[in-house]
Nanobody
Framework: QAPLVESGGGLVQPGGSLRLSCAASITIFSMYTMGWYRQAPGKQRELVAVITSGGSTNYADSVKGRFTISRDNAKKTMYLQMNSLKPDDTALYYC?????????????WGQGTQVTVSS
């Protein structure tokens, strides 16, 4: 079973909304810092939003006020609520889980879910 599986992507009109989900099968999910990244064609992968094990969040300037990251540790799932979507938000969205413990680092990526914003 893949450690991270994204879902919820699709085609939406500008101004619309989508909710992405990232279901994790990793143990001690609650200890991981979770993040959403995206990569548009011809561009580098960029951080969209991150949420720590303690619930602190951080967002890229381009999505502040429009996107909300959250997590449900009991369900081992992370979410990204995306509102007021713009064509520039079109990209493949990836889920990431990261945990550093002493000298060890655990880092997992999902396969991605496509978000297309177009009229």
């Amino acid at each position: 079973q893949a450690p991270l599986v994204e879902s919820g992507g699709g085609l939406v009109q500008p101004g619309g909304s989508l909710r992405l989900s990232c279901a994790a099968s990793i143990t001690i999910f609650s200890m991981y810092t979770m993040g959403w990244y995206r990569q548009a064609p011809g561009k580098q992968r960029e951080l969209v939003a991150v949420i720590t094990s303690g619930g602190s969040t951080n967002y890229a300037d381009s999505v502040k006020g429009r996107f909300t990251i959250s997590r449900d540790n009991a369900k081992k799932t992370m979410y990204l609520q995306m509102n007021s979507l713009k064509p520039d938000d079109t990209a493949l969205y990836y889920c990431n889980a990261n945990l550093a413990r002493g000298y060890d680092e655990y880092d997992y990526w999902g396969q991605g879910t496509q978000v297309t914003v177009s009229s």
